[in-house]
């Protein structure tokens, strides 16, 4: 039997192709999907309605979709705050060399209850330190966004490139080809659901160009195309990648990714922060997506990326929280202003982005980047019934007219509801299915542990 809810008296943004909206409408759910988007109130006579919800002084859009993320950060927040990336990633690598399942465990807890709380309905998280004999990282970290209930991609990291070959990890931080390819293919093979409405997803993805090695790059997108998995990685955050790039391979990392097998329609990259004409239009060519990360670019000072340029040339954009030790809010909603903002203190000025291009990255192009455009990202009969009830009638928006405006350029918005999949996850702001206040115990205690076995303690 079919259980409905449905939601009245709304404003709607749908994110759908022409970026319908309505002023004063309704979404039905239809157990895990949407039935019907509309104006005005729901259709009289459905059946089988087991929770009716007046919204008024709401607005309703997609839930929100995190692209990029390293969840085991939430647990080294406030490190290294006056750094740029390279001396960050020196400065924190041993410490994250440490970790084990039960830090790794309530560090994913940590990020995803924050992203959770704060409208996201897909996360996504890119773990690729695996020290030996620490236990079974990915699986911790699935089982905390399982129960957790949102939608989860975990991209499979990895690093082979140490310190003695050239890399920036120590090299008991790092693991070799045949064990990160081997461990990698377990995890898809243990994990991953290519089904509609998914819970769980996996996808490939050796860290970064200076932290793996080129055949590690090459064998992983062999990998990943074999099993029908999306590819991930780092690319073009900062000038000192790009001068690290020309040094060891004699061109740029568009180009390098390119002659490894990394440009594509199943490929997304974090940051891709200076990309030139010729990057971006291979990026365009190529439909490689890229997950936009304002905040951290900012916190690490790696620069502004050419997010305007990118959505002109049809690039894939989506957004991301980026680890939670260069992004210490670890939310994504603050994310949507934060684009917008930056973005305009670049050569487009005001007008590099507006309201609802910013809502549309956090929504649609984040399911795009993801593969998952068909399932989620904007309110369409058919689609999962992911979504978020954003409260606009309090102080901190009720002033301004555009809902949409609101929601972007205001105060972080409440959360009444989130769905995933039609299942409440959120309701008044509070998670339902995990307790925050022993969310944000188990992470303090698992940091301060963390920080006594880096110090030697």
Not at 17 to 37: K, N
Not at 184 to 191: F, K
Not at 220 to 229: C, I
Not at 245 to 260: A, K, V
Request: proline share 4%; aromatic share 6%; net charge negative.
């Amino acid at each position: 039997m079919i259980r409905r809810t449905v939601i009245e008296n709304c404003a709607i943004a749908t994110v759908d192709a022409d970026d319908t909206e309505y002023a004063s409408g309704h979404v039905v759910v239809a157990d895990q999907v949407i039935e019907s988007v509309g104006a005005g109130r729901a259709p009289d006579g459905l059946e089988n309605v087991v929770r009716r919800i007046d919204a008024s002084g709401h607005l309703v859009t997609p839930g929100l979709v995190n692209t990029h993320h390293h969840f085991y950060q939430w647990i080294t927040r406030g490190l290294a705050t006056d750094h740029n990336l390279f001396d960050w990633l020196v400065a924190l690598y041993p410490t994250w060399a440490r970790i084990d399942e039960p830090m790794v465990y309530a560090a994913a807890q940590g990020s995803l209850a924050m992203m959770a709380r704060g409208g996201v309905t897909t996360a996504m998280d890119h773990h690729y330190v695996f020290p030996k004999g620490t236990g079974d990282l990915s699986g911790a970290i699935i089982r905390a966004a399982r129960e957790t209930g949102v939608r989860f991609t975990l991209a499979r990291g990895s690093m082979d490139r140490g310190e003695s070959d050239g890399g920036l990890p120590p090299d008991f931080a790092v693991e070799t080809l045949e064990g990160a390819l081997a461990a990698t293919e377990a995890t898809v093979d243990e994990h991953h659901d290519a089904s509609f409405g998914a819970m769980t997803q996996i996808a490939v993805a050796p860290c970064s160009p200076f932290s793996v090695s080129t055949q590690l790059l090459k064998q992983g997108a062999e990998l990943a195309r074999r099993k029908g998995v999306r590819l991930h990685t780092h690319g073009s955050e900062t000038v000192e990648e790009e001068k690290f790039c020309h040094e060891l391979f004699g061109m740029g990392p568009t180009d390098y990714f390119e002659t490894t097998g990394w440009l594509g329609e199943d490929v997304w990259m974090a940051h891709c922060v200076h990309m030139n004409d010729s990057d971006i239009e291979a990026f365009a060519r190529t439909g490689t997506g890229v997950a936009h990360c304002p905040s951290s670019n900012a916190r690490l000072a790696a620069g502004i990326a050419r997010v305007p340029d990118m959505l002109a040339a049809g690039v894939p954009v989506g957004l991301g929280v980026d680890g939670t030790a260069s992004n210490e809010s670890g939310e994504l909603h603050t994310e949507l202003r934060n684009a917008l903002l930056i973005n305009r203190l670049g050569a487009h000025r005001e007008a590099a982005l507006n309201a609802r291009q910013a809502l549309r990255l956090g929504t649609f192009g984040g399911a795009r980047v993801l593969g998952r455009a068909g399932e989620i990202g904007s309110l369409e009969p058919g689609k999962l019934a992911d979504l978020v009830l954003w409260r606009m009638d309090t102080l901190a928006h009720a002033s301004i007219a555009d809902p949409v405006t609101a929601l972007v350029f205001g105060a972080a918005a409440p959360v009444t509801l989130s769905l995933v999949g039609g299942r409440p996850v959120v309701e008044e702001g509070r998670l339902l299915h995990v307790d925050e206040d022993a969310v944000a115990r188990s992470t303090r205690s698992q940091a301060q542990r963390l920080a006594r076995l880096a110090s030697g303690g």
